[in-house]
C-alpha cells in the first residue's frame, strides 16, 4: 500500500507516493534507532555538536529545492517554507554553539560527603509524529 501525497494549492494534484511501513518496517527501524543511539550516546558532547555541522550545511545548500517541496505538499508561501529552513538551521546551530556549554556535567552541591551532579544522557528512542504545517521544525 501507498500514500500518495497531493498539493493543496494545486486541486491536491499527486505529487508522489510513499510506501506504507509494515510492523516489520517499524520494528527494524526502532531497532536500527536503539543501535544508533547507544552509539550517540558514546560520543562526547563536543563531538555531537560536530556530528550536526554537516546537517546545518547540507540545509542551507538544499533549501530552496526541500522548501519548494514543503510548499507543495502543504500550501504553505515559499517564503514561510524558506523561514521554516531558517529557523531550524538557527536552532541547529545554536545547538552545535551552545550544546557543549550547556549539556555538561553540573555539579548541584558538594558538602563534603554527598555530591549531587546533573547528567545529561542521550533520551533514547523517541517517534515524532509532526503536524503538516512544519515539517522541518517540529523533528528538530
Request: net charge negative.
Amino acid at each position: 500500500m501507498r500514500i500518495t501525497s497531493t498539493n493543496p494549492a494545486q486541486n491536491y494534484t499527486p505529487i508522489n507516493s510513499v510506501a506504507v511501513a509494515s510492523a516489520k518496517d517499524i520494528a527494524d527501524a526502532i531497532q536500527a534507532a536503539h543501535v544508533t543511539k547507544d552509539r550517540w550516546a558514546e560520543l562526547s558532547v563536543n563531538e555531537r555538536a560536530e556530528q550536526l555541522a554537516p546537517l546545518s550545511q547540507l540545509l542551507a545548500e538544499q533549501s530552496d529545492e526541500l522548501a519548494n517541496m514543503i510548499t507543495a505538499e502543504t500550501g504553505k508561501p515559499l517564503r514561510e517554507a524558506h523561514d521554516e529552513f531558517e529557523s531550524g538551521q538557527g536552532y541547529i546551530d545554536y545547538c552545535i554553539q551552545n550544546g557543549p556549554i550547556s549539556l555538561q556535567d553540573q555539579e548541584l552541591f558538594n558538602d563534603g560527603a554527598t555530591t549531587g551532579k546533573a547528567v545529561f544522557e542521550p533520551f533514547g528512542v523517541a517517534a515524532v509524529i509532526t503536524p503538516w504545517n512544519y515539517p522541518l521544525e517540529m523533528p528538530l
